[in-house]
């Protein structure tokens, strides 16, 4: 398994992370666990922040928290000066108790509702990206009946396909989300918006997708982006102060995945904006990003038990660990593929091919296919490397498996930032009506 980050194999040939032995927080913490390399999320912010700042332009970070939203990792965020991208009360709310800068703060969606954008208004948050027409006029009747001047950007999908899982593509014109440049709409929302007295627009924003390898994409967008600022411009009056480029910046996850280091990425943005706006006459907006996977991605190591195998001969040795898709779905969404190493003995070499099964009731519960391991017994750990984004975040509890514990591990010393599910919560919500109460007895 390559070692991201501070991950290496200690004197006992046991995986280490952030000083941490895997087999101690096995014992201190239990499994499944989710391990978060500390030292190694706040380099990913500060790769990003550094980009911005060597470029010479006015920006803003914000770390997409739906790749992983807890009150401690809203805190990490802060300390390392980004902005926060919220798509639901709950992640808003979450930002909010971590007492997280509002200011700070842009709400994202393609559903709002009014009790969510009430509830942004009420905190005095940055900013809106608006996504469609009714949910403009929606913000402007609330930020009217509140007496409220509110900040937008208005989400343009600019028609760029981006090489990724056609699941998480965003940016061509079959999608729900945004305002199309090519027919007009994204033309057709500035001009209604900037007719709208409760709203202030600040600029556009586009997201062309997710876990993206290259700079075409970012390139396209930008140069449709400045195409659009200038027509709108010209035609509309209308200035834009910020141009969004959304997320999508791509990591490694397996052997032959080839990100490109977040200072390429940032690099062909902020030149293509500096190269036009510098040749017209155009004030340089400032350029915001909202990046998710490429922050907490390979910062995640998801630490299992192995249980119970089977082995088919001739056909595949399945190995179950004590989690799944519950707290891992990408593989049962995406096909996406991980690597992994034996964490009580990772200095050892590779023996067997197995497949790695989750516990669920479900025969596409599977987290890897086909994987190289040492000779695999029951109780060893298993640790599954970049599993930082979108795993917690969109874990469930399927067949009512409780969600594991969250740890942040850095300098020897490991924080639970998140504890392991009680069966209180899993029961916690459920009421049984009064007519199905167990009747006492009758003598
Ligand atoms: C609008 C928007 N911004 C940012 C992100 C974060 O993307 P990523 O985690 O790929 O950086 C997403 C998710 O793809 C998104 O939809
Ligand atoms: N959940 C997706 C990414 C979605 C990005 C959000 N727009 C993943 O795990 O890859």
């Given at each position: 398994m390559f070692l991201h980050g501070t991950s290496q194999v200690n004197d006992q040939g046991h995986l280490q992370i952030g000083g941490c032995d895997t087999s101690d927080l096995a014992e201190q913490f239990g499994t499944p666990l989710y391990i978060v390399d500390e030292a190694l999320v706040r380099q990913r912010c500060r790769e990003f922040v550094n980009a911005f700042s060597a470029s010479g332009l006015k920006f803003q970070v914000a770390y997409a928290s739906k790749a992983f939203c807890v009150l401690a990792m809203c805190r990490i965020a802060e300390e390392e000066g980004m902005s926060l991208d919220v798509v639901s009360d709950g992640e808003l709310y979450t930002a909010i108790e971590a007492g997280f800068p509002v200011e700070r703060i842009h709400f994202h969606g393609n559903n709002k509702s009014i009790q969510e954008m009430e509830m942004a208004i009420d905190a005095k948050i940055g900013c809106f990206v608006v996504d469609n027409f009714i949910e403009l006029h929606m913000l402007n009747a609330v930020a009217a009946e509140k007496n409220q001047k509110v900040k937008i950007l208005l989400r343009i999908t600019p028609g760029v396909e981006a090489h990724t899982h056609e699941f998480i593509s965003t940016g061509q014109t079959d999608s729900k989300f945004g305002f199309d440049l090519g027919n007009g709409a994204a033309f057709r929302a500035i001009d209604e918006a900037s007719k709208l007295a409760n709203l202030e627009i600040l600029g556009i924003h586009s997201h062309i997708g997710s876990n993206i390898f290259e700079?075409?994409?970012?390139?396209?967008?930008?140069?449709?982006?400045?195409?659009?600022?200038?027509?709108?411009?010209?035609?509309?009056?209308?200035?834009?102060?910020?141009?969004?480029?959304?997320?999508?910046?791509?990591?490694?996850?397996?052997?032959?995945?080839?990100?490109?280091?977040?200072?390429?990425?940032?690099?062909?943005?902020?030149?293509?904006?500096?190269?036009?706006?510098?040749?017209?006459?155009?004030?340089?907006?400032?350029?915001?990003?909202?990046?998710?996977?490429?922050?907490?991605?390979?910062?995640?190591?998801?630490?299992?038990?192995?249980?119970?195998?089977?082995?088919?001969?001739?056909?595949?040795?399945?190995?179950?660990?004590?989690?799944?898709?519950?707290?891992?779905?990408?593989?049962?969404?995406?096909?996406?593929?991980?690597?992994?190493?034996?964490?009580?003995?990772?200095?050892?070499?590779?023996?067997?091919?197995?497949?790695?099964?989750?516990?669920?009731?479900?025969?596409?519960?599977?987290?890897?296919?086909?994987?190289?391991?040492?000779?695999?017994?029951?109780?060893?750990?298993?640790?599954?490397s970049c599993t930082g984004a979108y795993n917690y975040a969109m874990a469930s509890n399927y067949n009512r498996i409780r969600k594991p514990a969250v740890v942040f591990v850095k300098d020897g010393q490991a924080d639970l930032v998140v504890k392991r599910e009680s069966f209180d919560n899993i029961i916690g919500n459920d009421v049984i009506p009064a007519r199905m109460q167990k009747q006492a007895l009758k003598a």
């Amino acid at each position: 398994m390559f070692l991201h980050g501070t991950s290496q194999v200690n004197d006992q040939g046991h995986l280490q992370i952030g000083g941490c032995d895997t087999s101690d927080l096995a014992e201190q913490f239990g499994t499944p666990l989710y391990i978060v390399d500390e030292a190694l999320v706040r380099q990913r912010c500060r790769e990003f922040v550094n980009a911005f700042s060597a470029s010479g332009l006015k920006f803003q970070v914000a770390y997409a928290s739906k790749a992983f939203c807890v009150l401690a990792m809203c805190r990490i965020a802060e300390e390392e000066g980004m902005s926060l991208d919220v798509v639901s009360d709950g992640e808003l709310y979450t930002a909010i108790e971590a007492g997280f800068p509002v200011e700070r703060i842009h709400f994202h969606g393609n559903n709002k509702s009014i009790q969510e954008m009430e509830m942004a208004i009420d905190a005095k948050i940055g900013c809106f990206v608006v996504d469609n027409f009714i949910e403009l006029h929606m913000l402007n009747a609330v930020a009217a009946e509140k007496n409220q001047k509110v900040k937008i950007l208005l989400r343009i999908t600019p028609g760029v396909e981006a090489h990724t899982h056609e699941f998480i593509s965003t940016g061509q014109t079959d999608s729900k989300f945004g305002f199309d440049l090519g027919n007009g709409a994204a033309f057709r929302a500035i001009d209604e918006a900037s007719k709208l007295a409760n709203l202030e627009i600040l600029g556009i924003h586009s997201h062309i997708g997710s876990n993206i390898f290259e700079v075409e994409g970012f390139k396209m967008a930008v140069e449709k982006m400045i195409g659009f600022a200038t027509q709108v411009r010209s035609e509309l009056n209308v200035t834009f102060k910020v141009v969004n480029l959304g997320g999508g910046f791509g990591i490694r996850y397996v052997e032959g995945d080839t990100p490109l280091p977040v200072a390429e990425y940032v690099k062909a943005i902020t030149e293509g904006i500096i190269d036009f706006f510098g040749k017209h006459d155009y004030p340089i907006p400032e350029i915001w990003v909202e990046p998710g996977r490429s922050i907490v991605g390979d910062a995640g190591t998801t630490l299992y038990t192995l249980g119970t195998s089977k082995d088919i001969p001739g056909v595949r040795k399945y190995v179950a660990v004590d989690g799944g898709m519950t707290d891992n779905p990408r593989f049962a969404l995406y096909g996406s593929r991980y690597e992994a190493v034996l964490a009580n003995r990772a200095g050892e070499a590779t023996e067997e091919l197995v497949s790695v099964a989750g516990k669920c009731c479900e025969s596409g519960d599977m987290l890897i296919k086909d994987i190289e391991l040492p000779k695999v017994n029951q109780g060893d750990l298993l640790a599954i490397s970049c599993t930082g984004a979108y795993n917690y975040a969109m874990a469930s509890n399927y067949n009512r498996i409780r969600k594991p514990a969250v740890v942040f591990v850095k300098d020897g010393q490991a924080d639970l930032v998140v504890k392991r599910e009680s069966f209180d919560n899993i029961i916690g919500n459920d009421v049984i009506p009064a007519r199905m109460q167990k009747q006492a007895l009758k003598a």
